[in-house]
């Protein structure tokens, strides 16, 4: 699956991990995550594709004015 996607021109998944595509379906929103307001799949894989990590999400997040108190805890149980 992960092979396939690679292959996308836009947005480009080259290099991706598995928890990395979790990640981005996770921030844009889930039956687990209510997602961030402002933040969809595109924005989500922008985030994701530049910081990588949870944490560096997250301060990225932080930075960009976009981070709840409790988004941290709430993605963390949604992964």
Same mark, same amino acid.
């Given at each position: 699956?992960?092979?396939?996607? /690679?292959?996308?021109? +836009?947005? +480009?998944?080259?290099?991706?991990?598995?928890?990395?595509?979790?990640?981005?379906?996770?921030?844009?929103?889930?039956?687990?995550?209510?997602?961030?307001?402002?933040?969809?799949?595109?924005?989500?894989?922008?985030?994701?594709?530049?910081?990588?990590?949870? +944490?560096?999400?997250?301060?990225?997040?932080?930075?960009?004015?976009?981070?709840?108190?409790?988004?941290?805890?709430?993605?963390?149980? /949604?992964?």
């Amino acid at each position: 699956l992960m092979r396939d996607l /690679a292959a996308n021109d +836009s947005p +480009s998944f080259r290099n991706w991990t598995h928890d990395m595509f979790v990640f981005m379906c996770i921030l844009s929103g889930c039956d687990y995550f209510e997602g961030i307001p402002g933040v969809g799949i595109k924005t989500a894989q922008k985030f994701v594709r530049i910081h990588r990590t949870p +944490s560096k999400i997250f301060n990225a997040l932080r930075a960009a004015g976009k981070m709840r108190e409790d988004l941290e805890q709430s993605f963390l149980n /949604a992964y």
